[in-house]
């Protein structure tokens, strides 16, 4: 069984830049395929990022260029770095064990002067 806890969010100013990281535990963690996803209130969780487990990354186009994901397999870790913050990208974000269909809790920030 996955179990998969994020952290990093708080309060960023536009412009700014954040990092996200995805603690992950379980047997074959490390031969997942995991994705980042964010919801804004009001919205649907919507896809950001996927990070397979070779290190091939895919992105939203309007987030490629500004987000990278990367992991440490030794540190059972996967992470999201996001520059150029944008008061839109202000949201819930999780992450995702594509194959064990696990969810983190979720870490929020906002993007606000």
């Known amino acids: 069984q996955v179990h998969l806890v994020e952290s990093g969010g708080g309060l960023v100013q536009p412009g700014g830049f954040l990092r996200l990281s995805c603690a992950g535990s379980g047997s074959s963690f490390s031969d997942h395929i995991m994705t980042w996803h964010r919801q804004a209130p009001g919205k649907a969780r919507e896809w950001v990022a996927t990070v397979a487990p070779g290190g091939a990354t895919f992105y939203t186009d309007a987030d490629k260029g500004r987000f990278t994901g990367s992991r440490d397999h030794a540190k059972n870790m996967v992470y999201l770095q996001m520059n150029s913050l944008k008061p839109y990208d202000s949201a819930v974000y999780y992450c995702?064990?594509?194959?064990?269909?696990?969810w983190g809790q979720g870490t929020q920030f906002t993007v606000s002067s």
């Open positions: 995702h064990d594509f194959v064990s269909t696990t």
